[in-house]
């Protein structure tokens, strides 16, 4: 009876799955629009299977750490380790291809549109059938770019201030951008003796800590609005109270009274530091 079961059990490996369990193909191709931290995540992933073919677009050729550009507009020479070309951070079979200044990147449904083929080919005729085709073109012209493809994943990013931001230079090298940072940096920082930081966010409290260390102590002022207590008691018709915080009643003594427990600390700070 065991042997019974054991040649059963081997018979049905040996049967094919029901169409209704096979696994779906995945997608043949793919186009991922915006090389920030978004797309470029995206096409790596996809990448990294087997049977799917990548292509990235984006209007810059290298992929840079925009968090770190705080850093860089106190210390430029750091610059170099917050970028690297995108073609190296992809998979070998992915693609690359960089939206020129002027061009624009559109989404075209396929007028056969019943998928793209099982099978790698270049052939125009079989990529007919894609329902995608991503068109790069300048204005009104023929586009100067197409890729035929299942999906577009759209990860453009929101839309950056005109500080250090060379999306739409001619060049769009590495070398190029870096050029332009250390001359914004330059004019900016080179007369500077003080610096004034107004909001208390993720980038305000960076570039304040960033503006700290590069001008001299109390050159930095940092600005911040109202605290949530006060911005929330207009919205409040019977503000709730907060209890006042009940005191310890069996305290630890200080064995030392006389001596300061952080001696780094100043015992008389400054009732308005400036940061």
């Known amino acids: 009876m065991p042997f019974t079961v054991h040649v059963v059990r081997s018979l049905l490996l040996l049967l094919p799955a029901p169409a209704s369990l096979a696994l779906v193909r995945p997608p043949k191709r793919v186009a991922v629009v915006g090389g920030g931290f978004a797309g470029l ?3 790596r992933n996809l990448a990294s299977h087997a049977g799917v073919e990548v292509l990235l677009c984006d209007q810059r050729s290298y992929f840079e750490y925009t968090p770190g550009i705080l850093r860089a507009w106190v210390k430029p020479q750091t610059h170099t380790r917050l970028v690297k070309p995108l073609s190296r951070l992809l ?8 939206v020129l200044p002027g061009h624009t990147t559109r989404i075209l449904e396929s007028d056969e549109g019943e998928g793209c ?15 995608l085709i991503l068109s790069i073109r300048s204005d009104a012209e023929a586009p100067v770019f197409e890729y035929p493809c299942d999906f577009v994943i759209l990860a453009t990013g929101g839309e950056l201030g005109p500080v250090s931001d060379d999306r739409q230079t001619a060049d769009g090298s590495i070398k ?4 332009r940072l250390n001359e914004q940096v330059s004019a900016v920082m080179r007369n500077s003796s003080s610096a004034l930081i ?22 930095v002022t940092f600005a911040v609005g109202p605290t949530l207590k006060t ?33 780094n600390r100043n015992p ?3 009732p308005n530091p400036n940061y």
């Not at 190029?176 to 050029?179: F, L, S, T, V």
């Not at 018709?237 to 001696?263: F, L, M, Q, V």
Request: glycine share 6%; hydrophobic share 35%.
């Open 41 to 43: 995540t995206a096409a």
């Open 91 to 98: 998979p070998r079979k992915a693609q690359f291809h960089r």
């Open 117 to 131: 083929p099982a099978t790698e080919s270049g052939d125009a005729a079989a990529l007919a059938a894609c329902p």
């Open 176 to 179: 190029a951008r870096r050029q």
């Open 198 to 219: 107004v909001g208390g966010g993720l980038t305000g409290v960076e570039l304040a800590a960033e503006c700290a260390e590069y001008f001299p102590r109390g050159a």
């Open 231 to 263: 911005r929330a008691a207009p919205l409040l018709p019977n503000p709730i109270p907060i209890p006042a915080p009940t005191p310890n009643p069996n305290p630890i003594p200080n064995p030392n009274p006389n001596r300061n427990p952080n001696p």
């Open 268 to 270: 008389d700070p400054d």
